[in-house]
């Protein structure tokens, strides 16, 4: 008799068209199929994700007005990146037959997944635009709640909720419960005396090799560039990797449209890539000289391809409580990689040392693989 592959109904931030969640999305998934599961995203986007990331926002003040009239110039280019994400999406990522935009919508019957999973991105964000209950899993009664490298970015719960009891109880029926920052992991334990495990995120359980198959040609395979990643991106960062170009030789491309726009790209012969997907991102990674990130995942994918890069500083970082990128650094030793404004490295060009972080990378994806492991041998 054949076994019935057990199947895992997922709970993140697959929709949204940033880069970072649909490749955290996709490595979860990857991950989950080298277990012997059959995962699948429940397709939930709320009205709040689909605003935040749809070409002309909803106008509620005099700023989503102006942010608005500044995509105008560029409206044929973002249209056609908006179906190149969502055309990445449908081609890379296994989705729910069915869509949902509202949490009562779901029904752990109807869906008949063996477990249900949340994570990994700002997924216990509550005060951002598409954070929602839903991703705390309250629909679930029957079957194994697995919470997988969960982030409430820079907010605590506690601190935000207006109802810290609701949020104490839901998270307290999560049956594995691991975080992906010191400070969540902190938060938790203060505020509500739970106690988590803190793992990696998902796209360091894969291998760069592991992303080959979905990346996409950027076009610029053989060329000299700096790729940057950043938005927003100060005039002083602006200025300095428009410094360093030029003492180097170096071409730069931006990713992010509002930036490349904001600084004049077309005038300074910065290049912005043609209809925008995860897998150019990828390809630009991958054969960049150098890479200039604010991003964390612009810096995961940045060490995962062992690319010499800088990540830049900002002094809200501290001040916020938003320790994802300093978390990240510091556990991999990477932290003499920060770039601050005003106190540039002697040499920019300083090669990173990958020892330290490919060791410790071997540890942390074993205690993250085992807590996987466990966590889907409880049904």
């Not at 203060?190 to 793992?199: G, L, M, Q, W, Y």
């Not at 894969?206 to 996409?216: N, R």
């Not at 990713?255 to 890539?273: A, D, M, Q, R, T």
Request: charged share 30%.
């Amino acid at each position: 008799m054949v076994k019935k592959q057990k199947t895992a109904g997922i709970m993140t931030f697959h929709r949204s068209h940033n880069c970072g969640s649909i490749l955290q999305s996709y490595a979860t998934q990857q991950t989950l199929r080298n277990f012997g599961l059959k995962p699948e995203f429940i397709d939930f986007s709320n009205a709040g994700q689909t605003n935040l990331y749809a070409i002309y926002r909803e106008v509620h003040s005099a700023r989503d007005a102006i942010v608005n009239m500044t995509k105008v110039p560029m409206q044929k280019k973002l249209k056609d990146d908006f179906r190149s994400y969502d055309r990445y999406i449908k081609k890379h990522l296994a989705l729910s037959k069915k869509s949902y935009t509202r949490g009562s919508e779901l029904d752990e019957d109807e869906l008949g997944y063996d477990y249900y999973l949340t994570g990994s991105d700002q997924v216990w964000n509550i005060t951002i635009a598409d954070g929602d209950d839903a991703y705390f899993l309250p629909f679930v009664k029957k079957h194994p709640k697995i919470a997988y490298a969960v982030s409430q970015g820079a907010k605590d719960i506690a601190e935000y909720a207006d109802d810290k009891q609701k949020y104490k109880d839901m998270i307290s029926d999560i049956d594995y419960l691991s975080v992906r920052e010191k400070n969540g992991q902190k938060w938790l334990k203060d505020a509500f005396n739970i106690k988590s495990e803190r793992v990696l995120d998902p796209t360091l359980l894969l291998d760069a090799k592991d992303y080959s198959e979905i990346e996409e040609d950027a076009g610029m395979a053989g060329k000299d560039y700096i790729f940057v990643y950043a938005a927003p991106l100060s005039k002083e960062f602006e200025r300095y990797v428009r410094q360093v170009a030029k003492e180097h030789s170096l071409k730069i491309v931006l990713w992010h449209s509002n930036v490349w726009f904001k600084f004049f790209g077309w005038l300074k012969g910065y290049i912005l890539p043609k209809k925008q997907n995860p897998g150019k991102y990828l390809d630009l990674m991958k054969n960049a000289r150098m890479v200039f990130t604010g991003s964390f995942h612009g810096a995961i994918f940045a060490a995962q391809y062992r690319k010499d890069f800088w990540v830049f500083k900002n002094p809200g970082m501290k001040k916020s409580g938003d320790d994802r990128m300093i978390t990240l650094l510091e556990n991999f030793s990477l932290d003499d990689r920060f770039l601050h404004a005003d106190k540039p490295p002697a040499d920019v060009m300083r090669p990173v040392s990958y020892k330290k972080f490919e060791a410790q990378l071997v540890k942390d994806r074993k205690k993250s693989l085992d807590f996987l492991r466990a966590a889907l041998k409880k049904k």
